[in-house]
């Protein structure tokens, strides 16, 4: 049993692709950001089976798919995560945090023996039918628009300080990306304003996942997060979406609830640790 480590997403799909497609809802991180990841990893059994996998990325923090916690234990053994340390990184590094499914994280965090805190515990839903708010929200949705791009990057930024990360200076290319392929929505209040916005992942191996679902403050209470949210998850149906995802923060009850209005249910629960020392 062992882990195994590339910078080439060719050769993870190879390795590892009859795992990430047996349970791609609680591999959904590690799907959507392989392509562009520093590094993958793959956990074998001795019978050749794969059962485990990582992506690092951003740099330093690694996201743990689908494993056991024997595998994600083994992690901070030497031939753990690379890097010359047990649980190092390319270049000696040991991670400065870590997610993934609570257990895994837990049992990796633990076997490392650095102190460790946890920063953040997100809940991923799975959508099952999906029924339309009730009362419905006054306005309509539609697909956001290359003129939109300036409104959406600005509320981007808003919403990644709003979940406590910090922000970078322009989102301009990030969100042009989502508008330009039709995967950003937005809710337009009664005026015809846009006053709310969701967008969804691309499709890889059958799943996507809604996120940036945003409403600034001055627009909030009004049902218009639930108008855009059930807007970009039918779109996502209607274009032959299998599996509809998305992470709620267990510390946002109201998000929660809207959630699983709409028809989302729980899948498994995450957890970020940082490493205090």
Partial sequence: MTWSFTDSPAAFRAAAAEH?????????AVLTLMDTAGRLGW?????GRVTGVLVVSPPGAPSLGAMTEEAARALALPGGLPGGLPGGLPGGEEPTEVRGETAAVEAYAEATGRPWAPTTRMRLFRLGELT???PAPEGRARVAAGADVPLVAA????????IGEEPAEDYTGFVTE?????????????????????AVSRTIEGQARVHLV????AERGRGYAA????????????????????FTDLANPTSNALYQRLGYRAVTDHLTVTFTG
């Fill in 20 to 28: 990430l497609v047996a349970d791609a809802a609680r591999n959904t």
């Fill in 43 to 47: 956990w074998e059994e001795a019978d």
């Fill in 132 to 134: 339309p708010p009730d």
């Fill in 155 to 162: 509320w981007t930024r808003e919403f990644v300080a709003a």
């Fill in 178 to 198: 989502r508008v330009s392929e039709g995967r950003l929505w937005l809710w337009e209040g009664p005026d015809g304003r846009p006053v709310s916005m969701a």
């Fill in 214 to 217: 945003y409403t600034p403050p």
């Fill in 227 to 246: 108008g855009a949210t059930e807007a970009v998850s039918r779109a996502a149906l209607d274009g032959g979406t299998a599996q509809v995802l998305l």
